[in-house]
């Protein structure tokens, strides 16, 4: 494998790393009709709190069942707090609303999107994209499964076959980030609702300096801390990290963690994401590990949702294969899962796409783990779906048409204006 000359090496370990730590519980959880159930029979137990982030709530059974959880645990005394993205949720927020009305339940939006003028601000392509739910700080939910049935596709209608998603149910001190992050993004957007009431209240408080800290506190998400290898080996089973994307100063540990874990694989990399347009430290560490024999696949969409974005996966058929890399397209249905598995020795769950967005800009969160159990439970699950996929061709994309060369270029301007937009910074 190439080594990264020695400036970028130094830059991108300074990123904020995952933090470990053992004594967790973890179960795999295939789409809404495993989730929602474990989730809602969570929040009908809970006693004290429950706390819910996510990119879309939509108005279906799900939704409405979602919502009837919530509203019984609040009339019972337990402190709900309910934060939806402003644009991934924004049809359904009427009704949301509506639903949560009269009930104790508070909702916070995260970059409403309700005045024409917001779309000017740049900040607004920065999106909540995290499905978080966490239960009396002793069960979370993490993954990618927004609260919106199976079935149903927000531009395509109903489907037949239900989409391929993933989540994880977690006990143990790994929940404990999971639920300061849960209560830092839900803080920030109710104080983008009610930021003026809040000031008054610091300036009329008896002891505003406590009362900002306490407010610092609860803005705060959580960090790591970079353990050396022995001590995250002696870490007792099952080892997990609860990892964050945000745009303050972990704007890259989801990414850095993939790249970690693809440099160290000796056998296999098994990667599943719908939206697939890495930048180039991650797209290298694949082609290096397929060309030290290590057998990589990628399981994309077959079934587009937006054709945009499977002419940015596609756009880099031809390097990928030409490098080994093997790529599978998944046609039952849609795909959306987030999911890797690495040598069945490392396996991630959660919201985060290998794409700009997500790697770049949107809030997102990941569940990292380094057990042989789960990661041979998520490795069965690529197992499956690639086994009714369609593996692509080389002959079909291993050519440098001009057409393709085109294509990739059109695609490559388009995220770099993006992103510029945007305000990311740094290379990709």
């Not at 639903?99 to 339940?105: E, F, H, T, Y």
């Not at 003028?117 to 995290?130: C, M, S």
């Amino acid at each position: 494998m190439a080594a990264p000359d020695s400036d970028h090496l130094f830059s991108w370990h300074a990123q904020v790393l995952p933090e470990y730590s053992g004594g967790n519980e973890l179960r795999l959880l295939r789409g809404g009709d495993e989730l929602f159930p474990a989730q809602i029979e969570a929040i009908a137990a809970a006693r004290h709190e429950v706390w819910i982030a996510t990119y879309i709530f939509h108005h279906d059974k799900a939704g409405a069942e979602t919502v009837a959880a919530l509203r019984a645990a609040s009339a019972r005394g337990v402190r709900v707090r309910v934060v939806v993205d402003g644009f991934g949720s924004k049809a359904s927020l009427p009704w949301l609303r509506e639903a949560l009305a009269g009930s104790g339940v508070a909702l916070a939006v995260f970059r409403p999107i309700d005045r024409w003028w917001r779309w000017l601000h740049p900040g607004q392509l920065r999106r909540l994209h995290q499905k978080l739910c966490v239960v009396d700080g002793e069960r979370a939910f993490v993954g990618g499964i927004n609260i919106i049935d199976d079935r149903m596709d927000l531009n395509h209608g109903q489907t037949e076959q239900p989409r391929l998603d993933y989540a994880v149910v977690l006990r143990g001190p790994a929940v404990q980030p999971v639920a300061q992050a849960a209560r830092a993004v839900w803080t920030r957007a109710w104080l983008g609702r009610d930021f003026g009431e809040e000031l008054q209240a610091l300036v009329r408080s008896p002891e505003p300096l406590r009362r900002l800290r306490r407010l610092a506190r609860r803005l705060r998400m959580p960090r790591g801390r970079r353990r050396v290898e022995a001590e995250v080996q002696a870490l007792e089973p099952v080892c997990a990290a609860f990892v964050l994307r945000d745009n303050l100063r972990q704007r890259r540990t989801i990414e850095r963690a993939y790249i970690d874990a693809i440099r160290a694989a000796r056998e296999r990399v098994d990667l599943i994401s719908p939206y697939f347009y890495p930048g180039q430290a991650f797209r290298r560490a694949l082609r290096d590990a397929a060309r030290r024999g290590v057998q990589v696949r990628l399981l994309l969409q077959g079934k587009l949702d937006y054709r945009i974005a499977g002419l940015a996966a596609q756009a880099l058929y031809a390097e990928l294969l030409g490098h080994g890399v093997q790529i599978y397209e998944y046609t039952p249905a849609f795909l959306h899962a987030k999911v890797a598995v690495v040598d069945e020795r490392w396996a991630t769950v959660g919201s985060s796409n290998i794409d700009p967005l997500s790697l770049l800009l949107n809030l997102e969160a990941n569940v990292m783990v380094r057990d042989a159990g789960f990661a041979r439970a998520v490795a069965a699950e690529f197992e499956g779906a690639a086994a009714v996929s369609r593996r692509v061709d080389l002959r079909q994309w291993g050519g440098s048409s001009l057409r393709g060369v085109l294509v990739r270029a059109l695609v490559a301007w388009g995220a770099y204006v993006y992103l510029r937009v945007a305000g990311a910074t740094g290379r990709y």
